[in-house]
């Protein structure tokens, strides 16, 4: 039992649920690590959601809210982490769920698919084998989707994706809306929104400024949207993360002189 006093009990929590569900064979071996190199990105942006990245969630909540058929794609990790707002932000936008693994097989996917209806998804595409579909150009596993989910999705939510699958979706002419701590990731580079914040933090955001939006005149969402910039969004975010660790060095030598 972690303390809530602890100072990084909210990371703390986070590791425990990884490891609770890599136990349960939800999260991937690779999963514990991926992870790791998150927390080392999350700790360059001090651990809290940026004002780039909040514009990001707004974009990314009008994208959603404007699709046709938008899907939320699912991985080990982020079933783990966010399974509950996951279906909470499918409900919210009307979205399909799609379980979609770079490391698959078919345990993994049942073991997903039945904490997501656990929590309370009533449907979980991806794992019926009779609907399987090929993204073309795509060698990884990730290249199998669903005919009903993400194969015909016009937007779809990616949190902790691997590049060449973003790559390969936006060639398909899709919106793509990517959740990554690490903005010089492929992924986070060839996105169409970026939102460059813990999976933890950015998905309850994502619920609240999608139910905000939800009545909004559709106008109005489409201007949101056309007036957002992602190269501008990915530039904010390595200032900000340049600025702080400045602001860091300055404050370690001023802490120095004192001593
Ligand atoms: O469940 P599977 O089989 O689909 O595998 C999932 C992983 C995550 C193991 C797989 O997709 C993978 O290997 O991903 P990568 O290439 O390591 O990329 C993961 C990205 O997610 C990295 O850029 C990390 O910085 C980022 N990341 C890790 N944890 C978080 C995160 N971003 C947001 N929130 C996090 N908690």
Known sequence: MIPKSHPR???LVAREELIKH?????VARAGLIAHGRGEAFDYLIGEKTTEPALRAIRAAACALLLAERPVISVNGNAAALAGEWIIKLAETVNAKIEVNLFYRTKEREKAIESLLKSLGAKEVLGVDERFQATI?????????????????????????EDGDRT???????????AIDLNPLSRTAQAASITIVDNIVRAMPKLVEEASRLKHTPKDELRSILSSYD????????????????????????KARVKQ
């Not at 890599?22 to 939800?26: D, I, P, S």
């Not at 005919?147 to 016009?154: E, F, N, P, Q, V």
């Open 167 to 177: 790559e390969a979706l936006r060639r398909m002419g899709k919106t793509v809306i």
């Open 230 to 253: 992602n190269s501008a969004v990915l530039s904010e975010v390595l200032e900000y993360m340049a600025n702080r660790l400045k602001k860091l060095a300055e404050e370690a030598l």
């Open 9 to 11: 009990y909210h990371s």
């Open 136 to 160: 073309p150009e795509l060698m990884s596993e990730r290249r199998r989707v669903d005919s009903r989910g993400i194969l015909m999705a016009d937007v779809v939510l990616v949190p902790l």
């Open 22 to 26: 890599f136990e349960t064979g939800v």
